[in-house]
T-cell receptor
Framework: KNEVEQSPQNLTAQEGEFITINCSYS?????LHWLQQHPGGGIVSLFM???GKKKHGRLIATINIQEKHSSLHITASHPRDSAVYIC???????????FGTGTSLTVIP | DGGITQSPKYLFRKEGQNVTLSCEQN?????MYWYRQDPGQGLRLIYY???????QKGDIAEGYSVSREKKESFPLTVTSAQKNPTAFYLC??????????????FGSGTRLTVV
């Protein structure tokens, strides 16, 4: 079993739809990251969370430490949001990230 | 602009040849990391370095080697001992080796194909 599980693996949405990507983790963490990987392969960090909720533009990330669960929401989705979204748990026991396998999002105009 | 530069973006090599992937950062970050990404799998840690002239094996270090002679550079050599070298390789860095989640930055990756 992976330390970080994401769902769904693939997601297709119509432009304008509200999107949710889920992440569950089984390790103790100091922080949880949401990353975005574009088709070219480069990765950018969207959020780093240790509690509560963060918002940046149309993106919202939440985390429930007790339930070991995080969600990434995209409001009013747009084709440019099409990418792979990766959840990464920063372990509190050492210099170690645990990565989910990613959610491939396609937003259709 | 500060960032991480990986080169080349695409690399083709014949089986049995060693190949070195470059990773340079101008962020003054202490720690640097190499990851491998395969389809359907999460990123896996190959090697990391918390300080110049020191590095540690990650989860899948076999068949790889690294060096950290300068703070800004962390090249990865894929040796002929690596059984399945074809993959996407990502380099990353972070500000502080005691707080690896802080300022974590990824490069744009190198796609290595061995034929």
């Amino acid at each position: 079993k992976n330390e970080v599980e994401q769902s769904p693996q693939n997601l297709t949405a119509q432009e304008g739809e509200f999107i949710t990507i889920n992440c569950s983790y089984s390790v103790g963490i100091s922080a949880l990251h949401w990353l975005q990987q574009h088709p070219g392969g480069g990765i950018v960090s969207l959020f780093m969370l240790s509690s509560g909720k963060k918002k940046h533009g149309r993106l919202i990330a939440t985390i429930n430490i007790q339930e070991k669960h995080s969600s990434l929401h995209i409001t009013a989705s747009h084709p440019r949001d099409s990418a792979v979204y990766i959840c990464a748990a920063d372990s509190n026991t050492g210099n170690q990230f645990y990565f989910g396998t990613g959610t491939s999002l396609t937003v259709i105009p | 602009d500060g960032g991480i530069t990986q080169s080349p973006k695409y690399l083709f090599r014949k089986e049995g040849q060693n190949v070195t992937l470059s990773c340079e950062q101008n962020l003054n970050h202490d720690a640097m990391y190499w990851y491998r990404q395969d389809p359907g799998q999460g990123l896996r840690l190959i090697y990391y370095s918390q300080i110049v002239n020191d590095f540690q094996k990650g989860d899948i270090a076999e068949g790889y080697s690294v060096s950290r002679e300068k703070k800004e550079s962390f090249p990865l050599t894929v040796t002929s001992a690596q059984k399945n070298p074809t993959a996407f390789y990502l380099c990353a860095s972070s500000i502080d080796n005691s707080r690896p989640n802080y300022g974590y930055t990824f490069g744009s990756g190198t796609r290595l194909t061995v034929v």
